[in-house]
């Protein structure tokens, strides 16, 4: 074994929480999947409602342990259902869609796991709270009683990552959350060293979308 793999393996046993790999499964069809439920991995990740539904609603019904992610944009046309099918929301972007998720939890008596999604390169063309903004919106969703556990993250895709995993650490322990969503197959073992819990990985797991 590389000694910077070994040391890295070392560094993960003494972290506080092993990190959870969210298998990211949009496009694929179910029996793709399959082996990996049989399997007993219980997190999968999607970025569209609609096709969540689809996919999941059968399997979620029988088997309760299965954690849910949307990883993708999220319409407030389409919280009642993200609400009822996703148990983890990771792109909560605006106000209005804090509005919307509160007083669909409420309708459905369910409380989705809320990452606020953090446009850390300042892209003009991403989604995501600016930092400047991030304390403000923060307090804002907390008030309205969403369940915010963390910061979720997509770097530019044509820049290293470690400088906004750094900076995305770095804004996590002034906020006080516990988790990080960040790290995808290209990038997750730079995300782990700035303390990522959830790693998005589809194509390493799936292998590659069409
Ligand atoms: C598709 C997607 C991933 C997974 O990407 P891979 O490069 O296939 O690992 C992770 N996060 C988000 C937000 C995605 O849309």
Redesign the pocket.
């Known amino acids: 074994m590389q000694s910077s793999i070994k040391s890295k393996l070392i560094e993960l046993k003494v972290r506080e929480s092993i990190p959870k790999i969210?298998a990211?499964s949009?496009t694929f069809k179910i029996d793709h999947i399959l082996p990996l439920i049989e399997y007993g991995h219980l997190d999968y990740?999607e970025?569209k409602v609609q096709e969540a539904l689809e996919k999941w609603t059968g399997i979620k019904n029988q088997n309760s342990k299965i954690n849910l992610h949307l990883?993708?944009k999220l319409q407030t046309n389409k919280v009642k259902f993200a609400v009822k099918i996703f148990d983890y929301i990771?792109?909560l972007d605006n106000e209005k869609l804090a509005k919307k998720i509160s007083d669909e939890q409420q309708k459905q008596e369910k409380k989705p796991k809320i990452f606020i999604q953090v446009n850390v390169g300042d892209e003009s063309q991403k989604s995501g709270i600016s930092k400047n903004d991030l304390v403000e919106f923060y307090n804002f969703s907390v008030n309205l009683g969403l369940d915010v556990i963390g910061l979720?993250c997509?770097p530019p895709f044509d820049k290293e990552s470690r400088n906004f995993f750094s900076q995305m650490n770095d804004l996590n322990e002034k906020i006080n959350l516990k988790q990080l969503s960040m790290g995808?197959?290209?990038d997750?073992l730079t995300a782990l060293e700035f303390k990522s819990t959830f790693l998005?990985?589809?194509?390493?797991?799936?292998g590659q979308?069409y």
């Open positions: 969210i990211v949009k990740g970025n990883i993708g990771h792109s979720m997509i995808m197959s290209s997750y998005r990985i589809g194509s390493n797991i799936f979308r």
